[in-house]
């Protein structure tokens, strides 16, 4: 069963990836395409209910933690709306595998975790491939999508550590609908978005692209940690990383995102050799 989450996981992911980044394209406000699309992410998620055994939790520090938690995935879901409308879908699947090497760095440096060689080696292949994607021979300027997409990982990192057994304690699909509803609301009031401009956002948008990202969204958090439950982490980490190469495939085949393909392929796989070695 694990492995056909695994697969439900990894196209779930290039078709969340794709329809994002179309979705961005007829935006007019990222912060309330942001929130639209977590507020149906929510919704969606609501569907599995029934697929998985319910719970919910009753310690207040879970709660606790599961706040703390979504501050961070409201930062990196906003911020990396930004950067998505910014780079090619394909390029920012291969951005997005940072949160792996700054995982690695704070289980180092925070708890203790032993040295381990393939980690750093994993570590160095998945930052020099995003080096390799993004260096342009005579240019030395930070492009400013390559620097968000560093801070999202970053806050990505630290939710995920904040959120570590977290989901063992919940329903599946109440937790995914948690942590997309909480982030849209922590977004909304930060930035002021009023529910008109959710309402623009959508008619102005497209319509299309909104609604699947949303399903996409709700459904892939669910399917991926129940694919971790199941599964062993050192076999379905490098599994799941597979939706790099496919959304450099399909991003060349339907977004005609034909620039550097074949940097691309090279820092994709890369990226699927890295995970290996640190899973493995």
């Known amino acids: 069963m694990w492995f056909l989450f695994v697969v439900i996981y990894i196209i779930l992911s290039i078709v969340f990836t794709q329809f994002y980044k179309i979705a961005t394209k007829k935006s007019k406000n990222d912060g309330a395409l942001t929130i639209l699309l977590q507020f149906i992410a929510s919704i969606c998620a609501l569907i599995l209910l029934p697929f998985f055994k319910f719970a919910i939790a009753s310690d207040w520090k ?65 930052i020099f491939s995003n080096f390799f994607i993004f260096y342009k ?47 849209a609301i922590l977004t909304s009031t930060f930035e002021k978005i009023k529910l008109s401009d959710l309402k623009n956002e959508y008619i102005t948008g497209n319509k299309k692209a909104i609604i699947i990202t949303s399903l996409c969204w709700g459904t892939m958090i669910a399917v991926q940690l129940r694919a971790y439950q199941l599964g062993n982490v050192t076999t379905v980490a490098p599994l799941c990383s597979l939706n790099v ?13 034909r620039n550097n393909l074949l940097k691309k392929i090279f820092a994709a796989l890369l990226i699927i050799i890295s995970v290996f070695l640190i899973n493995g």
């Open 62 to 126: 879970i709660y606790l933690l599961l706040i703390i938690s979504c501050i961070f995935y409201a930062i990196s879901d906003r911020i990396n709306t930004t950067v998505r409308n910014g780079i090619e879908a394909s390029t920012f699947s291969i951005i997005n595998q940072l949160s792996t090497v700054f995982m690695i760095l704070a289980g180092l440096l925070f708890f203790k975790e032993p040295f381990v060689l393939k980690k750093i080696i994993g570590s160095s292949l998945i």
């Open 137 to 183: 021979k005579g240019e030395h300027k930070l492009n400013k999508y390559v620097f968000l997409g560093i801070l999202s990982n970053i806050a990505l990192s630290i939710a995920l550590f904040l959120d570590v057994n977290i989901s063992d304690n919940f329903n599946l699909a109440i937790y995914a609908m948690l942590t997309s509803l909480l982030p």
């Open 245 to 257: 190469i496919g959304n450099v495939i399909v991003g060349y085949v339907f977004l005609k995102e």
